[in-house]
T-cell receptor
Framework: DGGITQSPKYLFRKEGQNVTLSCEQN?????MYWYRQDPGQGLRLIYY???????QKGDIAEGYSVSREKKESFPLTVTSAQKNPTAFYLC??????????????FGEGSWLTVV | DQQVKQNSPSLSVQEGRISILNCDYT??????FLWYKKYPAEGPTFLIS?????DKNEDGRFTVFLNKSAKHLSLHIVPSQPGDSAVYFC?????????????FGKGTLLTVNP
């Protein structure tokens, strides 16, 4: 089945540690995104990538890093510099096309808890 | 500065009745609007969308209305079903150099009572 796979679903991290969230898509989409959701908040954009080997900061990129070495993969690293990392993280993708690429599709999300 | 606003954090309706979810935006450069439905601990799923050149789009029980002059859109669900109970996010896509991302509202929790 085509889709976006995030792993792990649940992750616990000790303060001061970096952690990497995996995101893989087999939709052959060009663009990929990372969003963060906090309780009572909307989805806020962390990073996005329009093509392989290129990525841009979103609205809340501080304390995060990404890479886009392959079209299907867009891992997110939550570093120790992120002050409030406990959140629900959502990976998404979109076909980069002027005529039809307006819908972003999401993975199932990853819960990160700092203990 | 919140460019997409969903002013009602929650809405409760009876099964079979109409649910109306509202969304306001401030950026006149938004050219495409989407609604997503989200269950707890799951990713949002795309529901329905509308281009800024239209004022209505319908898909089964779901209809989205867009009033550009008022910068307002709404999602109508008729008839509402208990399985519709979820958080609904309104999202808007920028145009030109900002067409890479969606800006989301904070969501409205819809509860459909049997």
């Amino acid at each position: 089945d085509g889709g976006i796979t995030q792993s792990p679903k649940y992750l616990f991290r000790k303060e001061g540690q970096n952690v990497t969230l995996s995101c893989e898509q087999n939709l052959n989409h060009d663009a990929m995104y990372w969003y963060r959701q906090d309780p009572g908040q909307g989805l806020r954009l962390i990073y996005y990538s329009q093509i392989v080997n290129d990525f841009q900061k979103g609205d809340i990129a501080e304390g995060y890093s990404v890479s886009r070495e392959k079209k299907e993969s867009f891992p997110l690293t939550v570093t120790s510099a992120q002050k409030n990392p406990t959140a629900f993280y959502l990976c998404a993708s979109r076909q980069w096309d002027r005529d039809s690429g307006n819908t972003i599709y999401f993975g199932e999300g990853s819960w990160l808890t700092v203990v | 500065d919140q460019q997409v606003k969903q002013n009602s954090p929650s809405l409760s309706v009876q099964e079979g009745r109409i649910s109306i979810l509202n969304c306001d935006y401030t950026n006149s450069m938004f050219d495409y609007f989407l609604w997503y439905k989200k269950y707890p601990a799951e990713g949002p799923t795309f529901l329905i969308s509308i281009s800024s050149i239209k004022d209505k789009n319908e898909d089964g029980r779901f209809t989205v209305f867009l009033n550009k002059s008022a910068k307002h859109l709404s999602l109508h669900i008729v008839p509402s079903q208990p399985g519709d109970s979820a958080v609904y996010f309104c999202a808007a896509k920028g145009s030109g150099g900002s067409n890479y991302k969606l800006t989301f509202g904070k969501g409205t929790l819809l509860t459909v009572n049997p």
